[in-house]
């Protein structure tokens, strides 16, 4: 993988998929100026993605998944103006998801579940107005679901199951008609009951609990303290009878 590409900047597709390929991708990736489509998936390929990829503006299909790339997305993401189709999951990509996502008005489909990305989902991805499917699941990202996201129009998969999500569900827009299955495994969102998760407390609810749980909590050192009184009135009774 660590061949040079310069004889080759005419290549509009580059598909090496199911291999035994490994090492990295080379830096002078970014001299395939022509490349639309990106497959080298399945492979054993690792270290970081290479920011020279991101020079590759006219691509518009990328596969990268089932590999072992590290590190966070490049932050050149934005200059895939062109971009379709981006499968990047299956590997151990870690950081926050970076809002220049939002840059990438053609994207259509993205998939960057299981890996270990952290953090809050940007708002900013409700720029992007042709999205239709994304898969952010089994990541480890947390904080709300952005109610921003209830602007996408043409949406029907927003699978952000099993991480560490909380809060309440957006339920607006095309989220009335995405299924629960797709938000499993965060248990602490709450919302519509479609969704299967607890119904969100309103404000006063929420003041009313904390209070409860002050009082109780009151009442549980007092009457430890009031115990612990009595049996020491009581031990001093007995001593001084004796």
Known sequence: ??????????????????TILIGSISSSINNLTSLKRLD????????TLPPGLCELKDLSELYLQDISFTGPLPLGLGNFAMMINMYIYVNKLSGELPSL?????M??????????????????????VNIEAIDLSHNKLSSEI???LEK?????????????????????????NLSAELFLGNHAL???????VPLCLD???????????????ACAIGGSTLEVIVCTLIGISCYRKR
Do not use: W
């Open 1 to 18: 993988a660590q061949s040079h590409y310069q004889s080759t900047s005419r290549m509009y597709v580059f598909y090496i998929q199911h």
């Open 40 to 47: 080298l998936s399945s492979n054993n390929l690792s270290s």
């Open 101 to 105: 996502l939002s840059k990438l008005q």
């Open 107 to 128: 994207l259509k489909y993205l998939n960057l579940s299981h890996n270990t990305f952290d953090g809050y989902i940007p708002q900013e991805l409700d720029h992007m």
């Open 146 to 148: 952005p109610k921003s």
């Open 152 to 176: 996408l129009q043409h949406i029907h998969i927003l699978n952000l199951s099993f991480s560490l999500l909380e809060g309440e569900l957006p339920s607006g827009g095309k989220f009335a």
């Open 190 to 196: 709450c919302g519509a009951l479609k969704f299967h």
């Open 203 to 217: 404000k006063t609810e929420r003041q009313s609990k904390s209070n409860a749980a002050r009082v109780i909590a």
